[in-house]
């Protein structure tokens, strides 16, 4: 299969055929497919979107993030399971996303089927946070987290190094930001689960 490339705000993307932006499932299942280095999602409306490599203080941050939620998942192995920023979840609307980290908790985990497990997995995640870098708009951030939270999330941060805030979005209550936390509950949703913000603002 010859790819077809296109130009998308400075990156080029690789297409497998001649299309327009407004993709079915089956075609950004292979536009995924054959651009493994990008992070890639689609709208409800099959919107291409293309999520550029993140800068440094970005990536660091999310690594201490990941670290810290993969620490606590490693001791409660029983409760779940925990993804890094490359996994992408099929939400119930149709939308393809890729949080910067997602937990699953157990039931719905084992109710997938071993191919569902192994693809773009068929649920939105009990947890997702989103970390916003200095190139990511936050409006389309807060669209984001209720498009989770629509979905069936039951908790989720978007955190904001910028505004050193967090946009906590809990499931059938209004939006709570706090501003310069030290920390943050998983509360009942990830028992035992402290986010240690210190490392992140830092």
């Known amino acids: 299969m010859i790819a077809t490339p296109i130009k998308l705000e400075n ?19 292979a536009i995924a497919a054959v651009n493994p280095d990008l992070t890639l999602e689609r709208t ?12 440094g203080e970005t ?21 779940g399971e925990a993804f890094d920023s490359s996994t992408g979840f099929t939400l119930p609307n149709g939308a393809n ?5 997602a937990w699953v908790s157990r039931a719905p985990w084992q109710a ?4 569902q497990q192994k693809g773009f997995v068929p649920l939105s995640p009990d947890f997702v946070i989103e970390l916003r870098s200095e190139s990511d708009s936050l409006a389309k951030l807060q669209s984001k987290l209720q498009e989770y939270m629509d979905n069936g999330t039951q908790l989720g941060w978007l955190i904001d190094p910028q505004q050193q805030q967090v946009e906590i979005y809990r499931a059938g209550q209004g939006v709570e930001i706090v501003v310069n936390p030290s920390q943050l ?4 949703v990830l ?6 913000l210190r ?4």
Do not use: C, M
């Open 44 to 55: 409800a409306t099959g919107e291409l979107v293309v999520n550029l490599p993140t800068g």
């Open 11 to 29: 990156v080029t993307l690789q297409l497998p055929w001649d299309l327009h932006l407004q993709v079915t499932p089956e075609q950004f299942a």
């Open 59 to 79: 990536g660091k941050r999310n690594l201490r993030i990941s670290t810290q939620l993969g620490n606590w998942y490693e001791a409660h192995p029983e409760l």
């Open 199 to 202: 490392r992140v603002w830092s």
């Open 97 to 101: 996303r890729s949080p910067d980290a």
């Open 185 to 188: 509950s998983g509360e009942t």
């Open 191 to 196: 028992p035992g689960f402290v986010l240690n």
């Open 112 to 115: 997938l089927t071993p191919a």
